[in-house]
């Protein structure tokens, strides 16, 4: 009887949270006045998406935050996954504290620590910058942890293989280790990237030029010129969506897969 349950119950948590998507979507083909009335539109507009796409400079925000997202998620896996092998393959002194010293970075909050970030940001420099977008945001310890745990269910043979073959540390993890990756490395860049995509606070904190905004500032921003206009709003929700919609359905696959490969040792 419980396992006759369990996807029924599967099936109505998905209906529940696919439905209030579904309404923006469908609210931002509607006209102004029909907004807020609940079922199929008595006509469908692309107006809406529009104006959010021409009148507003919506690729401009999409643009950077495409810039920001994809950067920070390139770097953060080759600097991830090399600290991880580090962690999980060689011996020094030190190794485990600097473990729980990463590992304890998830216990501190981005508020906690936004105004000293701020103060080291403006003495390199990196105010109103893509720079101060990035270099902040490349660091996160779940990245670090995940690869470590991965790192530690590979086998040693390949690596000591690599080793009668004349690799070093380099050479091992540039051959060996990370095309043995691919699986983990692709499910965090759906993780980093969605975050970076949606990232609010920082980008809010460290720019203050119109041409650096990122798509949720510039979505933030309509909400006070077009306060009554919620169908451009919806409008440009849907549109900012659309990207992280297509990036999870492209990796979620691989982002279930390893979760399901990477056990904890």
Not at 16 to 35: N, T
Not at 62 to 87: D, G
Not at 141 to 158: H, V, W
Not at 193 to 200: D, G, I, R, S, Y
């Amino acid at each position: 009887m419980r396992i006759r349950f369990l996807p029924i119950l599967a099936h109505v948590l998905a209906i529940i949270a696919v439905l209030p998507l579904l309404w923006i979507a469908i609210s931002a083909l509607k006209p102004a006045e029909d907004v807020f009335n609940f079922g199929w539109p008595t006509t469908w507009t692309l107006d809406n998406l529009q104006y959010v796409l021409l009148k507003i400079p919506m690729p401009r925000f999409m643009l950077n935050s495409a810039i920001v997202s994809v950067v920070v998620t390139v770097v953060a896996l080759f600097f991830h996954s090399m600290a991880a092998y580090a962690l999980a393959r060689l011996r020094f002194p030190g190794r485990g504290i600097i473990f729980s010293g990463i590992m304890s970075t998830l216990l501190v909050s981005l508020p906690v620590i936004l105004v000293p970030l701020f103060l080291v940001a403006k003495q390199l420099g990196l105010l109103d910058s893509y720079a101060g977008l990035i270099v902040p945001s490349i660091f996160h310890a779940f990245g670090i942890f995940l690869l470590r745990q991965y790192y530690l269910n590979i086998p040693r043979e390949l690596e000591e293989a690599a080793d009668l073959d004349g690799c070093g540390y380099w050479r091992r993890y540039w051959s060996v280790i990370l095309p043995l990756s691919r699986p983990v490395l692709a499910s965090l860049s759906v993780l980093f990237f969605l975050a970076n995509w949606n990232a609010f606070l920082w980008p809010l904190t460290i720019t203050r030029n119109p041409d650096l905004r990122v798509i949720q500032l510039g979505v933030s921003g309509m909400q006070g010129q077009y306060a009554s206009a919620w169908n451009l709003i919806l409008a440009a929700a849907v549109i900012a969506a659309i990207p992280t919609v297509v990036v999870f359905v492209a990796g979620q696959k691989r982002l279930v897969d390893a979760m399901k490969t990477t056990g904890l040792k």
